[in-house]
């Protein structure tokens, strides 16, 4: 149900993370670390599956979003996920 902003003491603005403030140059994150790191949170930290899952719904619309400014490379190995970086 929507709330009155009124009901809020404060409202900034929705400002994400670009790709070149939030990844270093020379890396290559999964989706996993990508979400972590949108929050603030360590890329290796250790999550619940439950709080994974809320973090992914944030990280994977904004790898869309940014898909123009970043590089892709297929999974290392058929166990883990593919990796993104920035492009130059």
């Not at 898909?67 to 058929?78: S, T």
């Amino acid at each position: 149900m929507p709330v009155p902003k009124s009901e809020f003491e404060t409202l900034p603005p929705c400002d994400f993370y670009t790709p070149a403030e939030l990844f270093e140059d020379d890396q290559m994150y999964t989706v996993y670390e990508i979400a972590r790191m949108l929050q603030g949170v360590e890329p290796d930290a250790d999550i619940d599956r439950e709080t994974e899952d809320i973090l992914l719904d944030w990280a994977i619309p904004w790898i869309m979003t940014n898909a123009d400014d970043l590089v892709v490379a297929e999974p290392r190995d058929e166990d883990e996920p593919g990796y993104y970086g920035l492009k130059e």
